[in-house]
């Protein structure tokens, strides 16, 4: 029911597509409109120089012929260059007089009327003047007409005698403007569809070994933990496909580590019980068995018992230590006094064998510690030190600290450990001389249980052993536990 409501995931894919369409797309629609826009600019620009020069010949024309004095009596041909150029550029000109008074309009609606405006006063004070309006589309030029300089007395500098007022549509160049625009839309839109294609096609291709390798692990998830995850199409799908592999491995050798454990489990659990059976079956097949016979065989009955007894409880300190939330009790206490106690225990063993029992302890250590599962640990890699030694050998225990941790070093003069079985002896059950541990009273679980509690106290511990020249135990955990 559970996958029923679960929501939706989007694919990459969609984001990425949209990413790659919109990189290509907007620089496109950028580059249309500025294209467009800088083309009318250009045209206006063209327009007003073009306009600005036949204005300034009328304007010298008007000058040379005194047309705002009125001397000329006939202005037909200045009136009809005026006219056809107002049309030309779709267009209207005004002519006012230095007193204000229009005296010439193309339009033919404002002639003796009243022109006083920013324009035409700015070009009689010299200053010819243009403005464009981009709403309205037209543009405004004010061309100063200067006077006659036949009738301008010596030496004089000339002034304006009227200004030439010129208002030019820029409707075509819109219009030019819009269907450039549209163009391009069309170019746009073609664009974007062979892009959208380009990129699925892209994509598809590039997620074709993501596919592969998903497709792998499907078939992993259905339980063929022996395929090999291989991709490689690009530097990403190798690392991944590399990582999935070494995962794999992992997995495969958790899997085989479980099927050992249970394997070990059934057999260590079934070999007292089968020595049990025995022992009972032989005494329940003899008649008049002697007290000492019968004796014996109870004792033996009762070391299995105890050895089955020693097997489940190890059993159940590492279910405990495997729950998600193992009960850990942690408090400030002296380490040093813990390592004493635990030598203390475990020294009459050692006496057995004549083996001599060290502590050296660099300074006092106090630490944030479980002290029952502490000392579990430590009594099991004192307790193997002094099982799997020489007669007449020593074991040594080291405590030191620094600022932030604690290290207890456990040496002894024992068998040793051969190279190859040095990564394995932390494993549930596994034993480098199976003869020798059952002999010792081992169950194969210390070392496990021992590495569970120095992890559960977030230290390390690792093995230094060679063959025939002892092992040392080296165990670091920190000062102050941090949950």
Known sequence: MRKLYQKHTPSIRVPLM????????????????????????????????????????????????GYLSGTVVDNAAIDAELSMLADIFNGRILIVNSGFKI?????????????????????????????????????????????????????????????????????????????????????????????????????????????AIVGSINRVAEGNLDEDIEEMAFSETKRISGSLNHMLENIKTMEQSRQEFVSNVSHELKTPITSIRVLADSLMGMDHVPEELYKEFMTDISDEIDRESKIIDDLLTLVRMDKESPEMSFQSANVNSLVEMVLKRLRPIARKRNIEVIFESMREVTADIDEVKLSLAINNLVENAIKYNKEDGWVR???????????????????????????????R?????????????????????TKNVILLHHGAVRVESKEGEGTIFLVRIPLIYIS
């Open 397 to 427: 225990v080291t405590l030191d600290a620094d600022h932030k941790f604690f290290y207890l070093k456990v040496a002894d003069s024992g068998v040793g450990i051969p190279e190859e079985f040095k990564d394995r002896v932390f494993e």
């Open 103 to 211: 005296i010439k309009d193309t339009f033919s609606l404002s002639e003796g009327k009243v022109c006083i405006s920013e324009e035409t006063i700015r070009c009689f004070l010299g200053e010819a003047t243009q403005k464009y309006n981009t709403e309205k589309h037209y543009f405004l030029l004010a061309i100063p007409i200067t006077e006659n300089v036949q009738t301008m007395e010596s030496g004089s500098t000339p002034k304006t005698a009227g200004v030439m007022l010129v208002t030019a549509s820029t409707e075509s160049m819109t219009e030019l403007e819009e269907r450039l625009l549209d163009r391009a839309e069309l170019f746009q839109l073609t664009a974007f569809l062979a892009i959208a294609i380009a990129a699925v096609i892209v994509l598809q291709a590039s997620f074709r070994p993501f596919d």
């Open 429 to 449: 059950f596994y034993r480098v001389d199976k003869a020798r541990s059952r002999e010792t009273g081992g169950t194969g679980l210390g070392l496990a249980i």
């Open 18 to 65: 949209v990413f790659m369409i919109l990189l290509c797309m907007v620089p496109l629609v950028i580059q249309g409109r500025v294209l467009a826009g800088s083309s009318k600019q250009n045209q206006v620009d063209r327009r007003i120089i073009d306009l600005q020069n036949q204005c300034q010949i009328i304007s010298n024309k008007m000058t040379r012929t």
